[in-house]
C-alpha cells in the first residue's frame, strides 16, 4: 500500500522525477519523460504495479518502517534518509543528476554507525504496471526490456531475481559507500554509459547550490521560498522550458472519488504565474525559455489557444482510463491525458498577457512574435470575451459566465493597452480601451450582487467563488473599493473551513440555475491551498496584515516535513490531497511571502 501524499520527497533530473516514500520506497516514476508511461506505479495501485525499495532489512512482509528522519542536502533535490536500528544507523542518498543523456536515478547507501543489514527489492513494469520486462543479466550489468523501453541496474552488490523481482542483501559498517543505479534508455540503442555515482552527486550538488545562488529574495520564510522554487525548477522540463502542474496522474482530490486528474502537462495558466514568481525572485532564464516554449507551442494559430500543452508543445492529449490500476486509497478511475485540453477559458488569455506584460517590465530581451502573439490574442478576445466558458476550474459542467474569466480578459486588454502605449508596438489603442472600459462595466454591472455587497461565481449566480480574491491582486478595482472588501468578507464567511482555509467554490449546493452540482462531477474536495494564499494576499492588500500572516503561518505549517505541498488540505483527514507536488500551491507561497514581506509583516 501506498504512502500518504506528504510521506513523499521529491527528486528529478528537470526531465522527469520519482516519489520517494518515507520508508525508502519509490512508488512513482516515468521514464525518460514526465508524461511517459511509468515504470514505477504502486503509488496508483499494490506493489504488482512497480516499486523500488531500499532500506534496512526487516522481518515481516509489510512494508519497511519509515526513516527515523530524513531532509534535503542543504537547498538542493538530493535526499538523504536516515535509519536509526538496533544494529546502527545508515543513510541512503537519493537524487536524480541534470542530464543531457540516458536518466538515472541513483541511490547511495552509506554506513554510519554498527552493522546494519540491508535490502533492495526492485520491480520493473512498464506501461504503468502492465507490462512486465524481460530482465537478463549482460554482463555485470542487469536489463530489463519491454517494448520500446530497457531500464539498466548497476551495482557492485550481488543482485538475484525472484518472483518476478530482482534483490540485493548487503551489509554496510561505517565508511560503506554502496551505489545503486537505473539508467533508461531506448532498448533498440547501445547500453547506456556506466554511471559514476559519487561524481554525479558532486556535480548535482554543484548544480542546485549555483541556481539557488541566483535567487534575490533575502526576506524572512527563505527556506519556504527557496524551496519552492526547487520544487518549480524541478517541475521544468529542460530541454523545451515547458512547466508541468505536477509530476504525478490521478493523486484524488476526494479520496475515494472520482476527482482524479493527470496534471503532467503544461497549463498554460500555472506556467504563467510561474513565469511571474521566477521572474520576481530572479530567474530571468527560465523565464526567457518559457517565453519560447510559449511562442513555438501557440505557433501561428493563437485563435485555437488551448489552455494546456504537452511538455514539448503537443495539442493532442486525449484522456483515457487505466483500469487495471485501482487507484491511490481505491480512488478512481486513474486518468492519463487530460480531456479539458480543449476547453474554452478566458482567462487565460489574461494570464499569458500578464505573464508577456511583466517579462517586459522586468526587461526580458525583447521579441517581436511575443508582442504580436499579444496582439493576435486580443483580437480573439475582442470578439470572444463576453461568450461563456469552462472558467479557471475547468468545470465539467455547463459553461457559465464566469466573473473571473472577464476580469482577466479585462487584464488581457488592459496589458495590451499598456504596450502599445510604450511604443514597443502599434495597435488601436482608442479601440481598446473602449473594451476595457466596456468589460470593466459589464463585470460590475452582472457579476456583482449589491444586496450582498460581493462579486459572484457568474453572471445571475448567488455562488461565491474563491478566484474572487484576485480582483484586486490583478488591478481590476482596488484594495479599499468596498466591493473588494465586501467579497473578501463574504468568502471568509461562506468558502472558509474551521481552520481559516479557502475552498474553491461550493461543490455540491444549487445555484440559481438549477444544477445540483456546480462543476458537473459527484463528490467533494479539499481546501485549495492556492486560494488560501490567495485571501493572505488580499488581507495583507486591505492593511489586515496580522492576520494575513497568520493564516500564512498556518499554511506553512501544512507543508510536509520536506517543505512539500500538494494541490489541496483534507480538513477532515487532515491530509495533503491532489496531485504532488503542485507548482499551482507553490507559487502562491512565494507571491505571499514576497506581499508579507513588502508590507513589512515580520519586521517584529
Not at 18 to 38: E, H, I, K, Q, Y
Not at 111 to 119: A, F, H, K, N, W
Not at 185 to 207: V, Y
Not at 415 to 438: A, C, F
Request: aromatic share 10%.
Amino acid at each position: 500500500m501506498a504512502g500518504r501524499i506528504e510521506d513523499y520527497a521529491l527528486i528529478g533530473d528537470m526531465q522527469t522525477a520519482a516519489l520517494v516514500c518515507r520508508d525508502g520506497t519509490v512508488d512513482w516514476l516515468c521514464l525518460p519523460r514526465f508524461d511517459s508511461p511509468a515504470v514505477f506505479a504502486g503509488l496508483l495501485g499494490t506493489e504488482q504495479h512497480g516499486f523500488w525499495r531500499l532500506g534496512p532489512t526487516h522481518r515481516d512482509s509489510e512494508r519497511p518502517p519509515a526513516a527515523t528522519r530524513r531532509r534535503y542536502r542543504g537547498d538542493s533535490l538530493v535526499l538523504e534518509s536516515e535509519w536509526d536500528t538496533a544494529r546502527g544507523t545508515v543513510r541512503v542518498i537519493d537524487f536524480m543528476p541534470p542530464r543531457d543523456g540516458a536518466p538515472q536515478l541513483i541511490r547511495i547507501v552509506e554506513g554510519v554507525s554498527g552493522r546494519v543489514p540491508m535490502s533492495s527489492a526492485l520491480r520493473m513494469r512498464f506501461a504503468y504496471g502492465q507490462v512486465v520486462p524481460w530482465v537478463h543479466k549482460v554482463g555485470d550489468r542487469t536489463v530489463a526490456v519491454a517494448g520500446p523501453d530497457s531500464v539498466w541496474l548497476d551495482t557492485e552488490v550481488d543482485t538475484y531475481g525472484k518472483d518476478l523481482t530482482t534483490y540485493s542483501e548487503f551489509t554496510v559498517a561505517p565508511g560503506d559507500r554502496l551505489a545503486f543505479t537505473i539508467s533508461w534508455e531506448p532498448s533498440h540503442k547501445p547500453q547506456p554509459s556506466l554511471p559514476d555515482p559519487e561524481g554525479s552527486l558532486t556535480a548535482t550538488e554543484e548544480f542546485w547550490r549555483d541556481w539557488v545562488a541566483q535567487c534575490t529574495y533575502t526576506g524572512p520564510y527563505r527556506e519556504a521560498v527557496v524551496r519552492s522554487l526547487i520544487t518549480l525548477k524541478a517541475l521544468t522540463y529542460g530541454p523545451t522550458g515547458g512547466i508541468v502542474a505536477a509530476p504525478t496522474t490521478s493523486l484524488p482530490e476526494d479520496i475515494g472519488g472520482v476527482r482524479n486528474w493527470d496534471y503532467r502537462f503544461t497549463w498554460l495558466r500555472d506556467a504563467a504565474i510561474t513565469l511571474s514568481s521566477l521572474l520576481r525572485t530572479g530567474y530571468r532564464e527560465e523565464a526567457q525559455a518559457w517565453r519560447e516554449w510559449l511562442l513555438r507551442a501557440v505557433a501561428g494559430d493563437p485563435e485555437n489557444l488551448q489552455i494546456m500543452y504537452g511538455i514539448a508543445g503537443e495539442r493532442e492529449l486525449g484522456e483515457n482510463e487505466l483500469h487495471w490500476l485501482p487507484g491511490y486509497e481505491g480512488s478512481t478511475p486513474v486518468r492519463i491525458g487530460n480531456g479539458a485540453a480543449h476547453q474554452l477559458q478566458l482567462d487565460v488569455y489574461g494570464e499569458v498577457t500578464e505573464a508577456l506584460h511583466l517579462g517586459h517590465m522586468t526587461g526580458l530581451a525583447r521579441n517581436d512574435y511575443a508582442s504580436l502573439l499579444q496582439l493576435k490574442l486580443i483580437r480573439y478576445l475582442e470578439k470572444h470575451w463576453n461568450e461563456p466558458d469552462e472558467g479557471i476550474w475547468e468545470v465539467r459542467g455547463p459553461r457559465r459566465h464566469f466573473v473571473h474569466s472577464k476580469v482577466m480578459a479585462w487584464v488581457a486588454v488592459d496589458r495590451t493597452v499598456k504596450l502599445i502605449e510604450s511604443g514597443e508596438v502599434d495597435g488601436p489603442v482608442e479601440r481598446l480601451k473602449d473594451l476595457r472600459d466596456e468589460i470593466h462595466y459589464d463585470v460590475c454591472e452582472k457579476g456583482y450582487d449589491r444586496q450582498r455587497n460581493t462579486f459572484t461565481q457568474s453572471y445571475g449566480s448567488r455562488e461565491l467563488d474563491a478566484s474572487l480574491l484576485l480582483i484586486p491582486q490583478m488591478g481590476f478595482l482596488p484594495p479599499d473599493d468596498k466591493r473588494v472588501i465586501g467579497t473578501i468578507e463574504a468568502i471568509q464567511r461562506e468558502l472558509s473551513t474551521e481552520d481559516g482555509f479557502v475552498l474553491r467554490y461550493p461543490t455540491s449546493s444549487a445555484d440559481t440555475s438549477g444544477d445540483d452540482n456546480l462543476d458537473g462531477l459527484p463528490g467533494d474536495e479539499g481546501a485549495f491551498l492556492a486560494c488560501s494564499f490567495w485571501l493572505a494576499d488580499d488581507l495583507a492588500m486591505i492593511g489586515r496584515v496580522e492576520e494575513a500572516r497568520r493564516l500564512f503561518e498556518k499554511l506553512l505549517v501544512l507543508r510536509n516535513d520536506l517543505g512539500l505541498l500538494a494541490e489541496e488540505w483534507d480538513p477532515r483527514r487532515q491530509r495533503q490531497v491532489g496531485n504532488f507536488p503542485q507548482a499551482f500551491s507553490h507559487v502562491p507561497l512565494i507571491d505571499t511571502a514576497l506581499r508579507l514581506t513588502a508590507a513589512g509583516a515580520f519586521s517584529a
